[in-house]
């Protein structure tokens, strides 16, 4: 890829998130006058392995949450480095790399540097007169064609997300027998709404967690997947045949002193014993995907389950893999997991969220693009969805601005790739290693 017009200015300012905390907004210019704009979203549950995310920490402003730094660090440091310069975007990256110079990207913050790197891409789309999804398609090369994924839709939040909730973080509705993207959000919607409906006639509570799904005081981990099978059946589908369910368990928030806890149930588990109430569950619910099973680092937990469900149902490694591409490489030597979750503020750059994307494909994994739980309006990782064909994307439940923000920007690309746009379905969910 050559490189496009000269950076001749960067504008950077702090924003509010989802979860009304502030964040980081970046505006780029080309000299050809293009330009682009990308804000960053915000973990709650965040791994070790992640890119450090900076704040103004030692101010009371916004409770040390504020980005004012970061704003002075592009709109200085950054801006010095890049402008007056063309680039491709993955020597632009390397470059953000390099100027930063730690492992982590703490000297200039992850945050910072990803705001820089997606607002280019953008810019750099508009500069080559074609759709962002096309641009992440022609710089991505992953071998996989241009497709709709299949959503996963959180729609029962927990753990860090909500609480007052489940222990596990999240609990999925996945419509394995959608014909189209638009259908199976038709799917996830109506399911969302029955959910609602089934809530309401139990009298418990409707109010949601940070990702648009439901948090209801349950009597213990299971009911909720019991309340999205008769949602499922109120909405008049079919469990497991229409819609399957998934869960993300963010195992490392549940795990202390070598054991797994189970707060809401008063119950304290070793790997076995988990591995044993997964098995249990996946024998019992049309379970079809589960995320973070086991700790980040408790690779012999992930070894034991890889072997015993990994030709049953799909596996994804998030805070096991952090979207680095070296950690994905570990998992794929010790047959750890079989999908990977790629989050763009995990790594730091687009380039690096590729990278790990075609390391994924080569090993044969499955890889879902997600959002954070703390979430802008910016709409790049649905084109990046598309443009890199990995066939998956997790982004909420279908509630909330910054979540069906990024539910419509697919429906928009679906209408436009028309029929030769193939639609990814359930093919796309990894089942084996």
């Known amino acids: 890829m050559t490189a496009l017009p000269a950076i001749t200015r960067l504008q950077a300012r702090e924003i509010l998130d989802s979860r009304g905390n502030p964040t980081l907004e970046v505006d780029i210019w080309l000299a050809d006058n293009s330009s682009g704009r990308a804000s960053v979203p915000s973990g709650a549950s965040t791994g070790s392995h992640e890119t450090r995310e900076l704040r103004d920490e030692d101010t009371k402003r916004y409770e040390g949450k504020g980005e004012l730094k970061e704003v002075a660090v592009v709109r200085g440091e950054i801006a010095a480095a890049i402008s007056g310069k063309p680039w491709t975007q993955n020597v632009l990256d390397q470059a953000l790399i390099a100027?930063?110079?730690?492992?982590?990207?703490?000297?200039?913050?992850?945050?910072?540097?990803?705001?820089?790197?997606?607002?280019?891409?953008?810019?750099?789309?508009?500069?080559?007169?074609?759709?962002?999804?096309?641009?992440?398609?022609?710089?991505?090369?992953?071998?996989?064609?241009?497709?709709?994924?299949?959503?996963?839709?959180?729609?029962?939040?927990?753990?860090?997300?909500?609480?007052?909730?489940?222990?596990?973080?999240?609990?999925?509705?996945?419509?394995?027998?959608?014909?189209?993207?638009?259908?199976?959000?038709?799917?996830?919607?109506?399911?969302?709404?029955?959910?609602?409906?089934?809530?309401?006639?139990?009298?418990?509570?409707?109010?949601?967690?940070?990702?648009?799904?439901?948090?209801?005081?349950?009597?213990?981990?299971?009911?909720?997947?019991?309340?999205?099978?008769?949602?499922?059946?109120?909405?008049?589908?079919?469990?497991?045949?229409?819609?399957?369910?998934?869960?993300?368990?963010?195992?490392?928030?549940?795990?202390?002193?070598?054991?797994?806890?189970?707060?809401?149930?008063?119950?304290?588990?070793?790997?076995?014993?988990?591995?044993?109430?997964?098995?249990?569950?996946?024998?019992?619910?049309?379970?079809?995907?589960?995320?973070?099973?086991?700790?980040?680092?408790?690779?012999?937990?992930?070894?034991?389950?890889?072997?015993?469900?990994?030709?049953?149902?799909?596996?994804?490694?998030?805070?096991?893999?952090?979207?680095?591409?070296?950690?994905?490489?570990?998992?794929?030597?010790?047959?750890?997991?079989?999908?990977?979750?790629?989050?763009?503020?995990?790594?730091?750059?687009?380039?690096?969220?590729?990278q790990t994307a075609r390391a994924a494909e080569r090993a044969k994994y499955g890889a879902i693009i997600s959002h954070r739980s703390g979430e802008t309006e910016d709409t790049s990782i649905a084109d990046l969805a598309v443009g890199l064909g990995v066939g998956q994307i997790k982004t909420g439940a279908p509630c909330h601005g910054e979540r069906t923000a990024k539910y419509n920007q697919l429906l928009r690309i679906e209408e436009e790739l028309g029929p030769s746009a193939p639609y990814a379905g359930q093919q796309a969910l990894a089942r084996e290693v």
């Open 99 to 354: 100027l930063d110079g730690t492992p982590n990207q703490s000297r200039l913050g992850g945050n910072a540097i990803l705001a820089v790197s997606l607002a280019f891409a953008h810019a750099a789309a508009v500069a080559r007169q074609e759709p962002l999804y096309r641009y992440f398609a022609s710089i991505g090369e992953t071998g996989l064609p241009l497709r709709l994924p299949l959503p996963l839709f959180n729609v029962l939040n927990g753990g860090r997300h909500a609480t007052g909730s489940t222990d596990l973080q999240e609990f999925l509705l996945i419509p394995v027998g959608a014909p189209s993207f638009h259908e199976a959000l038709r799917y996830g919607a109506e399911t969302y709404h029955a959910l609602r409906k089934v809530l309401i006639a139990r009298g418990l509570p409707t109010g949601v967690g940070d990702e648009g799904g439901f948090a209801p005081p349950v009597a213990n981990n299971e009911a909720a997947l019991q309340l999205l099978t008769e949602a499922i059946e109120r909405a008049g589908f079919h469990p497991g045949q229409d819609i399957a369910l998934g869960m993300d368990v963010a195992a490392s928030e549940l795990w202390q002193n070598g054991s797994y806890h189970l707060e809401l149930e008063k119950r304290t588990l070793d790997r076995s014993e988990l591995l044993a109430l997964y098995r249990d569950w996946v024998g019992r619910y049309p379970i079809v995907s589960l995320e973070d099973i086991y700790a980040e680092d408790d690779w012999e937990g992930w070894q034991m389950a890889t072997r015993e469900l990994g030709r049953q149902v799909q596996l994804i490694g998030d805070d096991l893999f952090a979207t680095q591409e070296s950690r994905l490489a570990e998992g794929v030597s010790r047959g750890a997991a079989n999908a990977v979750l790629l989050k763009l503020n995990q790594v730091g750059t687009v380039s690096g969220a590729i």
